[in-house]
């Protein structure tokens, strides 16, 4: 009844109930506690109507109680008159401290809400910039490795075939780096602004992981990546693209995060309407605390090694659930990540081969 | 020989550098245009091997230069591109381009994506043998070998192959190949390009999950390659 979010409607009448059904009570015992402290309690009840509804019903309250109280309970009972000059004072005493009542309330309220405000925006700058130092870092390494070579191949220093190799290589490395940094913070701002739109479309799952392993190979890693399939895996309706960049993602991010020449497992399954893609690792897993947030945007492992943009896990969350899918991570008894998505969706079993 | 030419339009001028550059190293005869306008002008002029096409032009938008050059030009048209977007890709396969590449590209990628369009474009559209050293297809006799032995196709399989063989190099829609194969009615029913495509790839290719002849472009269609 008194939350703040009450209908405004429900305001006034209840500011109006609630001074009724207490003049009421008072109005049983006004031969017992006398007008003055009917006064008090009177006003007691337009402070509690100012600390919950907002100025108007308060206002409301109070000009009602005081003209409940002078017809009810200031002799001549029955009428607006007021016999006496200290009733008639403390009658206007009574409007004015109601009406200041309810006016210095409303202002407590109001400055309260400003505070909470500037709190809540500097604690969202604060994120602000730490998000955007972390950024700033991923995006000026590479960037520095680049000019930093170039100058380093334009001065005239003497150098190896050798040294040159390495430093094309940096530049090589760095430019890589870069463009996948672009990619993700482009992917992001996309879904961000809700400008994808999965196509569902039938395809052959298979296929996308073989593709996104032959995609990887430029990263010259050397973990196995082992595929597991159901034999016979059906076609499932689903956005090609944004399949393909989630296997890529997760499969990159084993890649970058797991031990030399560990394996990297990828199964597919599917049960009934629904399709299930778990990536299995050998790595250290992830801290149980921080489960919880590894799919945020810009999140970052504590002690995570740099590289990362802390956005593509949770562009794999954006992208699977643009296809009504679920992600979830979990660790794995043996050690090592487990990622497990769900795609509910159309299943085709439909051989047009066999009539030939 | 004479050297063979190659129209870059492109407003980027560090784009138009490297590509001048890649190609001229590797020696192409290569003129530059910096707008639609001009592009169109230096095809009609030089009437070169091959024209490379950003579709972000200052001018004109590249889908509109590409449908222009089109009316008359026959030669490969390749897309250079920043928009990743499918849609805008398949638009500009509709519109007449054989390939396309996003930017950034790889040098190496798109030299032997060149390469493989100049060769392409040689070879007399009428040849009714397409032959590399361990795969031939016979589209008069509709016999596929394989190694040497001959492996057997279902009509659609072959007719499937048939297709993408004949257009090595290009990038073939789904919606173009379920056309041509199955017809009009056929155009968005994806699951039969997906079923024979992998059928066909278990029964020529080496290993189907790796596949090096057909190749897959992702959300768009297919590419034939003659390894």
């Known amino acids: 009844m008194f939350s703040r979010t009450s209908n405004p409607n429900n305001q006034y009448i209840f500011s109006i109930i609630l001074v009724v059904l207490i003049s009421l009570v008072c109005f049983a015992f006004k031969d017992i506690i006398g007008y003055k402290v009917i006064a008090f309690i009177l ?99 590479p960037i520095a490795a680049i000019i930093g070579s170039t100058d380093a191949l334009q001065s005239n220093a003497i150098m190896t075939e050798n040294q040159k190799e390495k430093l094309l290589e940096e530049i090589s490395i760095a430019s890589l780096r870069l463009n996948n ?64 960049h989630v296997i890529y993602n997760l499969l990159n991010n084993a890649i970058i995060y797991t031990p030399e020449k560990s394996t990297i497992t990828i199964n597919l399954s599917y049960s009934e309407n629904t399709l299930q893609i778990i990536i299995l690792d050998e790595g250290n897993g992830f801290p149980e605390d921080e489960i919880a947030f590894v799919f945020d945007k810009f999140y970052r492992l504590k002690n995570s090694r740099p590289g990362g943009s802390g956005l593509g896990l949770s562009i794999v969350k954006g992208f699977v659930e643009a296809q009504n899918g679920t992600v979830t991570l979990e660790n794995r008894v043996e050690g090592g990540a487990k990622f497990i998505i769900k795609i509910k ?4 079993k439909f051989n047009p081969t066999e009539n030939e | 020989m004479n050297k063979r030419q190659i129209l870059v339009i492109d407003d ?25 306008l001009e592009g169109i002008r230096y095809a009609a ?3 070169p091997d091959l024209i490379m096409l950003d579709l972000g032009l200052p001018d004109i938008d590249g889908q509109k230069v590409l449908q222009q050059l089109r009316e008359w030009y026959l030669n490969p048209i390749m897309i250079l591109s920043v928009k990743s977007e499918e849609s805008e890709i398949v638009k500009a396969l509709d519109n007449g381009a054989n390939d396309y590449l996003i930017k950034p590209f790889r040098t190496q990628e798109l030299l032997a994506r060149v390469r493989s369009h100049m060769r392409n474009h040689i070879k007399e559209a009428s040849e009714p043998v397409i032959t590399s050293s361990n795969f031939s297809i016979d589209l008069i006799a509709r016999i596929v070998k394989v190694n040497n032995e001959e492996v057997k196709l279902t009509q659609t399989e072959f007719n499937l192959l048939a297709i993408l063989a004949k257009n090595e190099g290009k990038v073939l829609t789904h919606q173009y190949l379920l056309k041509e ?14 079923v024979f495509v992998a059928q066909l790839r278990k029964k020529i290719e080496k290993d189907a999950n790796h596949p090096e002849m057909i190749l897959t472009e992702s959300g768009i269609g297919y590419r034939f390659i003659l390894t």
């Open chain 2, 181 to 194: 194969i199955w017809g009009k009615s056929y155009s968005d029913q994806t699951q039969y390009l997906r």
């Open chain 1, 181 to 244: 940094q672009v990619e993700n913070l482009l992917n992001m701002s996309r879904l961000e602004s809700g400008v994808i739109v999965a196509k569902m479309d039938w395809v052959d799952v298979n296929e996308i992981v073989y593709e996104v392993i032959r995609a990887l190979k430029i990263k010259s890693y050397t973990q196995k990546i082992v595929v597991t399939a159901t034999e016979n895996l059906p076609l499932f309706k689903l956005d090609y693209g944004l399949t393909e």
């Open chain 1, 345 to 348: 969706t159309e299943v085709s």
């Open chain 2, 12 to 36: 980027e001028s560090q784009i138009r550098k490297l590509l001048e550059i890649t190609l001229s190293t590797n020696d192409f005869d290569v003129k530059l245009a910096e707008n639609g």
């Open chain 1, 43 to 141: 006003l007691v009840t337009v402070s509690f109507v100012a600390m919950f509804y907002r100025i108007v019903p308060t206002l409301l309250a109070a000009v009602l109680s005081a003209l409940i109280w002078n017809f009810f309970f200031i002799k001549p009972y029955y009428t607006f008159h007021i016999g006496n000059t200290e009733d008639k004072f403390m009658f206007f005493m009574y409007f004015v401290i109601a009406l200041i009542n309810a006016v210095l309330t409303f202002k407590i309220r109001q400055i309260e809400r400003i505070a909470n405000e500037k709190e809540s925006k500097l604690q969202s700058i604060k994120l602000y910039n730490t998000l955007l130092d972390s950024l700033s870092h991923e995006l000026k390494t």
């Open chain 2, 45 to 47: 002029t030089f009437q």
